[in-house]
């Protein structure tokens, strides 16, 4: 018998996340309980409900740049060691409770040195957070596996010592590289060293890009940088045209995006959010899975938005009408886009996700 498709029984499918920030995605009460220990003053609500409540609003602000603000205090409390493993800790379990079997967390390691610890002990400290998650996750019977992504802020000038940063660490857990930040104004050129130096590596990079800016970037982050995957990559539907009898034509960077099958990493509720889409029902997910691009499912930032893997998937269903096949093709998409070796992600879609799915589907 099929599984009913409600939250309790997301809870329970293998999901696999690709795209969701470290230092968006901490508990309410984390954030309290650090600020008081490292003397932090700044946050602007004292309680784990109040804090939540208003990340919550100040992140539904309907720009990326007034959404980015948010992540002043929670980068705030994340520049100790303590703080660091804590959260990262606490994210693999958070992950682990909610059924993710698999994924992909990013932070940028530059933004974490105000109290004197190096890059390398910036990424040391998460990615033993990591490891001690998903060992306590086991112990409570929930197997889940955590890369980390490095990225570098597209402000900033340091795109080329994060990844450096990130090939370093690659035999310790980081599995690849990302920019991020503010989406006008920085185009994925201005790191272009960066992304070189990745592919003369032959290691693994996603872009933030057709967020809050549209084609060029997206063009710019494929044709010029060479990306694996798109952060985000909801404007490619700027490339897409549906006429008057509901015919699709996708003209010719579209075409390349589907062709390639190059990953997008679409993470609905922070889109509506940012204002990259107007609401849910707008949001361009469900024309891109029909069209068959690889759509993932994604959460971004779990904080702001406050949100689960499960959450993001039940909105799909309730907006789109999605059922478990659809559900299982998004995360085999996911994990077949991973940045593990291919042998790693086949198992993973062979042991755990198809299984997972068969119980559900019945
Ligand atoms: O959705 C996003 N777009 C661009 N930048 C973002 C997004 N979510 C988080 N960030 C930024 C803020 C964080 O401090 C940084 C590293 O995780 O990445
Ligand atoms: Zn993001």
């Known amino acids: 018998m099929t599984a009913p498709l409600d939250l309790d029984y997301l809870r329970r499918a293998p999901k696999v996340l690709l795209h969701d920030h470290l230092d968006g995605g901490l508990r309410p009460g984390t954030v309290a309980e650090l600020a008081a220990e490292c003397g932090y003053t700044e946050l602007p609500a004292e309680t784990a409900d109040e804090l939540a409540t208003w990340f919550r609003e100040a992140a539904d602000s309907g720009s990326l740049e007034l959404y980015l603000e948010t992540f ?16 990262a800790r606490e994210c693999a379990e958070d992950l682990a409770a909610d059924g993710v079997v698999y994924a992909e967390v990013r932070f940028a390691p530059e933004q974490h040195l105000e109290s004197g610890l190096s890059l390398d002990e910036v990424v040391e400290h998460v990615l033993a957070g990591f490891r001690e998650g998903e060992e306590s996750a086991r112990a409570q019977g929930r197997e889940i596996r955590i890369g980390c992504l490095l990225t570098a802020m597209r402000h900033a000038a340091r795109s080329r010592e994060i990844a450096e940063l990130t090939v370093r660490f690659r035999d310790r857990g980081v599995v690849g590289f990302d920019i991020a930040g503010a989406e006008a104004g920085y185009p994925p050129s201005r790191h272009l060293d960066a992304f070189e130096y990745m592919r003369t590596c032959n290691a693994h990079f996603t872009i933030h890009a057709g967020e809050a800016f549209g084609l060029p970037s997206i063009h710019e982050a494929i044709a010029f940088c060479g990306t694996d995957r798109l952060g985000h990559g909801v404007r490619i539907t700027d490339d897409i045209t549906v006429g008057p009898d509901g015919e699709m034509t996708l003209g010719l960077l579209a075409n390349y995006v589907r062709d390639k099958r190059i990953p997008l990493e679409l993470c609905p509720s922070s889109n509506v959010q940012t204002g990259a889409v107007a609401n849910l029902e707008e949001h361009p997910f469900d024309l891109l899975a029909r069209l068959r691009f690889r759509v993932t499912v994604n959460t971004d930032n779990r904080l702001m938005s406050d949100t689960t ?8 269903v309730n907006t789109f009408g999605y059922g478990w096949s659809d559900l299982e093709r998004f995360t085999i998409n996911a994990m077949k886009s991973a940045f593990i070796p291919f042998d790693q992600r086949l198992a993973l879609i062979d042991e755990v996700i198809k299984p997972g799915y068969a119980v559900l589907i019945g």
């Open 72 to 87: 002043a205090h929670t980068v705030a409390v994340m520049q100790t060691p303590v703080g660091l493993r804590r959260v």
């Open 309 to 316: 893997m499960s959450r993001e998937m039940l909105a799909l």
